[in-house]
Structures are given as structure tokens and as C-alpha cells.
């Protein structure tokens, strides 16, 4: 079993910048794909990034570049740095794992862990 810890999550100003950090535990050997998720209220849950087991990431196309997820030294650690936030980037961002999913997936359904979600709120 894996268990995921979201934080960092904090209220900012438009174009400020926030690090959000996720601490998988478990039996993380076993995870493929990872990946940051995030839900407004009143919408869907939409994904962020997903990350391979080769460290190769895919972002949502509203991104545009403003962020960027990388591995911490410390094993199970993932991180995601966001810049120039934007009002409509407000939501409860979520850490996402699976341990059968080869390659990046935007799927929620395709995660088995899941976080408990860390609030970003941007005014």
C-alpha cells in the first residue's frame, strides 16, 4: 500500500508562486506514473501533470510553461514549483500515484493513491 501527503498549498496574490510538495510512503518501489491533479470548486477533477517512471513528464495545456514538476533527493518525494499563478488556478491540488500505469496518463481513473489535497488559493 502507498500513502500520499500534499503541502505547500498557501493563499497568494496573482502572479506569486507556491512549491507543492508530495511524500509518497509505502511500498513506493512499485509506483510507475505520478502525478499532480487539481479540482475548483463546482468542476471536475482535471489533471495538472503526469510523470513517468522515466522521468518524463506531460502538462495540461494551460500550464503554458508556468510550472514545473520535478523528484526530490529524497526517495518518494515530488514536487510541484507554480509561477505566475493565476485567479483561475485556484483549487485543491491533489498527489496521484498507480503502480500499473506504463508511460503519462491525465486520467484520474488510472491513479490508485490518492492525497488528501492541499489548498491554493490565488486573489
Known amino acids: 500500500h502507498v500513502q500520499l501527503v500534499e503541502s505547500g498549498g498557501d493563499s497568494v496574490q496573482d502572479g506569486g508562486s507556491l512549491k507543492l510538495t508530495c511524500a509518497a510512503s509505502?511500498?513506493?518501489?512499485?509506483?510507475?506514473?505520478m502525478g499532480w491533479f487539481r479540482q475548483a470548486p463546482g468542476k471536475e477533477r482535471e489533471a495538472v501533470v503526469s510523470?513517468?517512471?522515466?522521468?518524463?513528464?506531460a502538462y495540461a495545456n494551460f500550464v503554458q510553461g508556468r510550472f514545473a514538476v520535478s523528484r526530490g533527493s529524497a526517495k518518494g518525494i515530488l514536487y510541484l514549483q507554480m509561477n505566475n499563478l493565476e485567479l483561475e488556478d485556484t483549487a485543491m491540488y491533489y498527489c496521484?500515484?498507480?503502480?500499473?500505469?506504463?508511460?503519462?496518463?491525465?486520467?484520474?481513473?488510472?491513479?490508485?493513491?490518492w492525497g488528501q489535497g492541499t489548498q491554493v488559493t490565488v486573489s
Open positions: 496521484a500515484a498507480s503502480d500499473d500505469l506504463w508511460g503519462v496518463s491525465f486520467s484520474p481513473t488510472q491513479y490508485q493513491y
Open positions: 509505502g511500498y513506493t518501489d512499485t509506483l510507475s506514473c
Open positions: 510523470i513517468d517512471r522515466d522521468e518524463k513528464p
